[in-house]
């Protein structure tokens, strides 16, 4: 499997689903 | 006292678009230019003359942006990198912005003297060096886009987010 870090693009949506991720993590903390 | 946290969201914004831009400069124009450098005979004039400019601005940017980030926190820093009530958002931001601060003067910083010549190295070295620079970078890039937005609406816009 390639590394998704090779391309920018891979980069790219590694780091927005990176986002959805921890923004479901947060949201899971509770206030 | 209200001047001082102002002060300090304004050289971490400053210092930040510095560190950031940078990054972006070399993940999204400098390692294509390079390719192409190398293969026409010009790459000494980017790694000459370019990359120790920008790599001096780029780490001491993280060193400021960071600094003047725990500044804006004051007296929640330990309850936003501790995630606790209400901070969590910030929180992962700042985690995210500390990580990449590693990343800069753990791995990129000592990786890229020894590609530019500032530290000695055998050529295995530096083919090793630039590798793990390069994704050293590639992961500051992936995670900038969580941080930027943890740090922009993480804490002022966090009960529109609902963190």
Do not use: C
Request: aromatic content about 14%; cysteine-free; proline content about 4%.
């Amino acid at each position: 499997m390639k590394n998704p870090l090779d391309s920018l693009w891979g980069t790219v949506i590694s780091g927005l689903v990176l986002t959805i991720i921890l923004y479901y993590v947060v949201r899971s903390i509770p206030a | 006292m209200d001047f001082l946290p102002a002060i300090a969201r304004w050289v971490h914004f400053l210092a930040g678009v510095m560190w950031i831009g940078l990054l972006y400069y070399f993940n999204f124009v400098q390692v294509a230019a390079m390719k192409a450098a190398a293969a026409d005979g010009t790459a000494a004039g980017i790694t000459k003359h370019v990359a120790p400019r920008a790599l001096l601005y780029f780490r001491w940017a993280a060193v400021v942006t960071w600094l003047a980030g725990a500044a804006i926190l004051g007296n929640l820093f330990v309850p936003a990198f501790t995630l606790s009530k209400g901070m969590a958002g910030i929180g992962v931001g700042a985690w995210l912005g500390t990580i990449m601060l590693f990343n800069v003067w753990g791995l990129i910083w000592p990786n890229q003297q020894k590609i530019l010549g500032m530290k000695p190295a055998t050529d295995e070295e530096k083919n090793k060096a630039r590798r793990v620079a390069f994704l050293a970078s590639r992961t500051n890039v992936m995670l900038s886009i969580p941080m930027l937005f943890f740090m922009a609406g993480g804490w002022s816009h966090r009960a529109a987010f609902g963190l």
